[in-house]
């Protein structure tokens, strides 16, 4: 069967998204994708490089190269601020499309900007009443085009992401109370902007930081039995590299169990060892003190009795959740969630295959993932698509 | 200048069969899916019959319906007229470029001869017991991962009934950092050890490695059920006899001791001892710890340094069954991608050798990263239009200069660097050589969120750095350039490998030669940045920008 006149709905722009979308223009597939916010690259796109005077392999550039192929290709049609609304079954599927709300939280002044000179459009005004001056080639969100019904669908790869652990949840580390505890996402923002790592309070360079391991996952306490796979990597990654940039910088990591970074992680690991100190307890609290630096309690591994310690700022590397709409994409779709919130994999062996034939998932909403994984994961559904339409070389 | 996009294409035909090396798992799966697309498949496997182990669905822990499903596997690789299968068969030589591949199998000493278009590495994990690293002997009573799996089979009820009223001390992740895969294991025999009355699990273990679905939740599931785990710094003290443990408990934070009936020493999962083999007749780069596959995020998931060879599944990395077939499928799109309909369109002027400057030294053949180049038989130097990257690494090593790179010829180059120097202003000239596939890209960011940039930088793009020249550095100084900066990926994530490498080692050339003549060194720079640091291409360039206000203008400049 010829891919002529083949279509299929991606929902959610961020890495794997894209990767789905443009390993399936290649095999000339139309595809529609949908997007949530106002920009394209999700989270990835967010993240910071966190090479040393080597790439660690985190795979923030492919998020980048990614984006750069998906703009630039004429066979994805994207869709920005933009919801389902309602799905019909009539042979095809026919997709019935709502403008999303503006996300507000995460723009300064009214306006959001997006992470890559890809982003196209790179700022968007969401609130016209807090922003004084509108930059030029700014785009108003109510401009922002909606189609409102896509007809014709052959399959649905759904790659609507993750929700990062809400760390205020853990309310003994102060978060959004206290300026400098921030998130692993926060600091790879930081970083990604200032090219190294500073303080919230003061956007001084800190001497003394301490990650905390297993925010919300791994947590019992909140039926969160899952690794999160990911915050082991970042939060070594980023700290290899402070260390790197600035050798003066003291790293404590807090963890339970320290997970594999990368395809030569003993000798990755050692490097750390020798770099940081770790310390396996999970801290009890934090609270501020005197020049906006931040006192921990935790338990000593040499006498099991509580300690105080200082320091200039306090990450807490948080865990992959399943999104919020997952529910919701549940329902519309008609597609099972498993234990977690994360969608369900009818064979346990392709992990893109749903309770319904047709969609496919792609990426953190099966469950938590690296931007190499999530690309391979939705290359892997992109070829399952294909094997679905019938479509051989 | 041209860009590759527009230039002139020409079609070329490729053969479209395809070579599968491993007859394990991973091989069939790739054996028929690459069937499935419609391309004719060899399948050669060292051994006499293809197919898994038994060992492999403990190591996967797939249930009888999935077992089923994978023996289904092999009968329908079997009888599949597009795939032929070759036992006791390895693979001894391979000359050629993907798409048009000359290997020789051999089979029992018989050799034979075979054209394809794509060869896929398969290999198997090796399982290795760690007994030895821990000072113990293999015994009754200290058994291997693997021998405890063999006991808690579901059809060995003698063996479950051995465990009956006993206490079973498993320790893992001392011996080796270890994968959730080797993990995974030991949980799920905790689990089944603990079906039988009586039986107490006690887990000694490093790093839990949990980091892989579902794995956290059965790690609660054996805890659940009555299974202990000790996280300690360091292995604990084990007689040699392996009947008596001692470590301090951190948690309880005293000494204790465990005398278990049974002791399960961890197996590490490794690379198959054939990798090494295989990457020096293929042609492609090792991997850290036997696997092949660099660690570059340009090649993830399934490809090599060469185009048309692909690795997959425990060939590259320790994975488990649902990852390896995400592998698979990844590499069946590549090869459609790849093979198409067995003719492809290429730009005519990719790399092309001048046969009349060529004096065949190989040192192109040589420094090519993708195994691209190979001679004629009038022993000129030929670039493969399909296994070709365009790096430009050949084109600047070669010492006649006989080789241009579509897009990116030197005369077009070297007229772009006179371009780009400004006389008759007082702002530093400086030039900044950028991989298009990083520094480039972190410029145009620079620009887009309007970053500070010097009034007098001029960007010229190269498709990599490795197709910096040092003659174009020393044009551009020569045409009055007051700084150059050679602006490239980090160190390791080449896509071309070792661009970079070269890139660095041409600027260390410049600065010696700077230094005879005394010309200043700071006018140069080698820069590793990737393609969404803005902010640190804009403080590289201000930070040369400064040097040379300190220096003054170049000498060389009129």
């Given at each position: 069967?010829?891919?002529?006149?083949?279509?299929?709905?991606?929902?959610?722009?961020?890495?794997?998204?894209?990767?789905?979308?443009?390993?399936?223009?290649?095999?000339?597939?139309?595809?529609?994708?949908?997007?949530?916010?106002?920009?394209?690259?999700?989270?990835?796109?967010?993240?910071?490089?966190?090479?040393?005077?080597?790439?660690?392999?985190?795979?923030?550039?492919?998020?980048?190269?990614?984006?750069?192929?998906?703009?630039?290709?004429?066979?994805?049609?994207?869709?920005?601020?933009?919801?389902?609304?309602?799905?019909?079954k009539n042979g095809k599927l026919s997709v019935s499309l709502k403008k999303s709300s503006p996300q507000t939280d995460s723009a300064e002044g009214g306006l959001a900007k997006g992470y890559s000179k890809n982003n196209s459009p790179l700022l968007v005004v969401v609130d016209k009443s807090s922003c004084k001056k509108i930059p030029d080639g700014a785009v108003a969100f109510d401009d922002i085009e909606l189609v409102n019904?896509?007809?014709?669908?052959?399959?649905?790869?759904?790659?609507?992401?993750?929700?990062?652990f809400n760390a205020e949840i853990k309310g003994t580390y102060g978060y959004h109370k206290f300026n400098n505890v921030v998130t692993g996402l926060d600091l790879e923002r930081i970083i990604r902007k200032n090219g190294v790592v500073v303080r919230p309070s003061d956007g001084k360079e800190p001497k003394a930081v301490a990650f905390i391991q297993c925010v919300g996952s791994?947590?019992?306490?909140?039926?969160?039995?899952?690794?999160?796979?990911?915050?082991?990597?970042?939060?070594?990654?980023?700290?290899?590299?402070?260390?790197?940039?600035?050798?003066?910088?003291?790293?404590?990591?807090?963890?339970?169990?320290?997970?594999?970074?990368?395809?030569?992680?003993?000798?990755?690991?050692?490097?750390?060892?020798?770099?940081?100190?770790?310390?396996?307890?999970?801290?009890?609290?934090?609270?501020?003190?005197?020049?906006?630096?931040?006192?921990?309690?935790?338990?000593?591994?040499?006498?099991?009795?509580?300690?105080?310690?200082?320091?200039?700022?306090?990450?807490?590397?948080?865990?992959?959740?399943?999104?919020?709409?997952?529910?919701?994409?549940?329902?519309?779709?008609?597609?099972?969630?498993?234990?977690?919130?994360?969608?369900?994999?009818?064979?346990?062996?392709?992990?893109?295959?749903?309770?319904?034939?047709?969609?496919?998932?792609?990426?953190?909403?099966?469950?938590?993932?690296?931007?190499?994984?999530?690309?391979?994961?939705?290359?892997?559904?992109?070829?399952?698509?294909?094997?679905?339409?019938?479509?051989?070389? | 200048m041209t860009d590759m996009i527009n230039a002139e294409m020409e079609e070329i035909n490729i053969n479209t069969e395809v070579l599968v090396i491993g007859g394990g798992l991973t091989g069939l799966k790739a054996a028929s899916e690459i069937a499935a697309s419609g391309y004719k498949v060899s399948l050669i496997e060292k051994e006499s019959d293809?197919?898994?182990?038994?060992?492999?669905?403990?190591?996967?822990?797939v249930n009888k319906k999935e077992l089923a499903s994978l023996e289904k596997l092999i009968r329908q690789v079997k009888?599949?007229?597009?795939?032929?299968?070759?036992?006791?068969?390895?693979?001894?030589?391979?000359?050629?470029?993907?798409?048009?591949?000359?290997?020789?199998?051999?089979?029992?000493?018989?050799?034979?001869?075979?054209?394809?278009?794509?060869?896929?590495?398969?290999?198997?994990?090796?399982?290795?017991?760690?007994?030895?690293?821990?000072?113990?002997?293999?015994?009754?009573?200290?058994?291997?991962?693997?021998?405890?799996?063999?006991?808690?089979?579901?059809?060995?009820?003698?063996?479950?009934?051995?465990?009956?009223?006993?206490?079973?001390?498993?320790?893992?992740?001392?011996?080796?950092?270890?994968?959730?895969?080797?993990?995974?294991?030991?949980?799920?025999?905790?689990?089944?050890?603990?079906?039988?009355?009586?039986?107490?699990?006690?887990?000694?273990?490093?790093?839990?490695?949990?980091?892989?679905?579902?794995?956290?939740?059965?790690?609660?599931?054996?805890?659940?059920?009555?299974?202990?785990?000790?996280?300690?710094?360091?292995?604990?003290?084990?007689?040699?006899?392996?009947?008596?443990?001692?470590?301090?408990?951190?948690?309880?934070?005293?000494?204790?001791?465990?005398?278990?009936?049974?002791?399960v020493v961890e197996e590490a999962v490794c690379a198959d001892q054939s990798n090494e083999g295989l990457a020096e007749l293929l042609r492609i780069d090792m991997g850290p710890l036997g696997f092949l596959q660099k660690d570059n995020v340009h090649l993830f998931p399934v490809c090599s340094n060469r185009e048309g060879i692909f690795v997959v599944g425990a060939t590259r990395e320790v994975q488990d069954l649902p990852l390896?077939?995400?592998?698979?499928?990844?590499?069946?799109?590549?090869?459609?991608?790849?093979?198409?309909?067995?003719?492809?369109?290429?730009?005519?002027?990719?790399?092309?050798?001048?046969?009349?400057?060529?004096?065949?030294?190989?040192?192109?053949?040589?420094?090519?990263?993708?195994?691209?180049?190979?001679?004629?038989?009038?022993?000129?130097?030929?670039?493969?239009?399909?296994?070709?990257?365009?790096?430009?690494?050949?084109?600047?090593?070669?010492?006649?200069d006989a080789i241009q790179i579509g897009g990116f010829k030197d005369e077009d180059i070297k007229v772009q660097i006179q371009k780009c120097i400004e006389t008759g202003n007082n702002e530093p000239n400086i030039i900044a050589f950028c991989c298009q596939n990083s520094a480039f890209e972190a410029g145009e960011m620079a620009e887009a969120f309007n970053m500070p940039l010097p009034a007098g930088l001029k960007i010229i793009k190269v498709p990599c750095a490795g197709k910096v020249d040092i003659d174009y550095i020393l044009s551009a100084f020569v045409n009055g350039a007051d700084g150059v900066l050679v602006m490239t990926c980090h160190s390791g994530n080449c896509k071309s490998e070792q661009g970079n490498t070269f890139a660095n080692m041409r600027v260390g050339d410049v600065h010696r030669m700077f230094e005879v003549t005394g010309f200043e060194n700071d006018r140069l720079k080698y820069v590793t940045l990737a393609s969404n640091m803005g902010q640190d291409f804009s403080s590289a360039a201000i930070d040369m920008e400064r040097k040379i206000k300190e220096l003054g203008p170049s000498a060389l400049r009129n």
């Open positions: 069967m010829s891919t002529a006149n083949k279509k299929v709905m991606v929902v959610g722009g961020g890495i794997a998204g894209l990767t789905a979308a443009w390993e399936l223009s290649q095999l000339n597939i139309d595809v529609e994708l949908i997007e949530k916010t106002c920009f394209l690259g999700g989270y990835a796109i967010q993240f910071c490089c966190k090479a040393t005077d080597e790439c660690v392999t985190c795979g923030a550039c492919s998020a980048e190269d990614m984006l750069y192929n998906v703009v630039n290709e004429p066979k994805i049609k994207v869709h920005l601020a933009t919801e389902i609304e309602k799905i019909n019904k896509i007809d014709d669908i052959d399959a649905v790869v759904l790659a609507s992401g993750f929700n990062p791994r947590d019992e306490n909140l039926g969160n039995l899952w690794c999160s796979q990911v915050c082991c990597p970042y939060a070594l990654r980023m700290a290899e590299q402070t260390k790197y940039k600035n050798p003066d910088t003291d790293i404590t990591v807090f963890y339970m169990d320290i997970q594999n970074a990368g395809k030569n992680f003993p000798v990755f690991y050692e490097k750390c060892k020798s770099d940081m100190r770790f310390v396996r307890n999970i801290p009890v609290d934090l609270y501020p003190i005197k020049g906006d630096k931040l006192q921990m309690r935790y338990m000593n591994d040499d006498d099991g009795l509580s300690v105080k310690e200082v320091f200039d700022m306090v990450v807490l590397s948080i865990g992959i959740m399943p999104g919020s709409d997952n529910a919701q994409l549940s329902e519309l779709l008609d597609i099972n969630l498993n234990q977690d919130g994360f969608f369900a994999c009818k064979d346990k062996f392709n992990r893109t295959s749903t309770s319904k034939d047709g969609i496919f998932i792609a990426g953190t909403v099966q469950g938590p993932k690296t931007i190499a994984a999530s690309m391979a994961h939705a290359t892997q559904a992109a070829g399952e698509v294909m094997k679905y339409l019938g479509v051989s070389k | 293809i197919g898994f182990q038994k060992e492999t669905n403990y190591l996967f822990s009888k599949n007229n597009k795939i032929e299968v070759f036992t006791q068969t390895q693979i001894k030589g391979v000359t050629g470029v993907t798409g048009d591949f000359n290997v020789t199998l051999s089979k029992e000493n018989e050799l034979k001869g075979k054209k394809v278009g794509v060869i896929i590495i398969a290999t198997n994990f090796s399982v290795e017991p760690m007994n030895e690293k821990y000072g113990l002997s293999l015994s009754e009573n200290v058994l291997t991962q693997s021998q405890m799996e063999e006991l808690l089979a579901p059809d060995n009820k003698s063996g479950r009934e051995k465990l009956a009223n006993k206490t079973v001390a498993f320790v893992v992740g001392f011996a080796q950092d270890g994968y959730p895969l080797v993990m995974e294991r030991v949980m799920r025999s905790v689990l089944a050890a603990e079906e039988t009355d009586g039986c107490n699990a006690y887990v000694y273990a490093g790093d839990l490695k949990v980091a892989s679905d579902g794995l956290e939740m059965i790690y609660k599931d054996t805890r659940d059920n009555g299974a202990t785990y000790f996280k300690l710094k360091e292995a604990p003290n084990i007689n040699p006899d392996g009947k008596t443990i001692s470590f301090y408990d951190d948690v309880l934070r005293r000494d204790m001791e465990l005398s278990p009936d049974l002791l390896i077939w995400t592998d698979v499928e990844n590499m069946s799109l590549k090869v459609k991608n790849l093979l198409g309909d067995g003719t492809r369109m290429v730009p005519k002027e990719k790399a092309v050798v001048d046969t009349g400057k060529c004096v065949f030294c190989l040192t192109c053949y040589r420094c090519c990263p993708h195994g691209a180049i190979y001679w004629d038989e009038d022993n000129k130097a030929v670039i493969s239009k399909i296994a070709c990257q365009a790096c430009g690494i050949c084109a600047s090593e070669c010492p006649m």
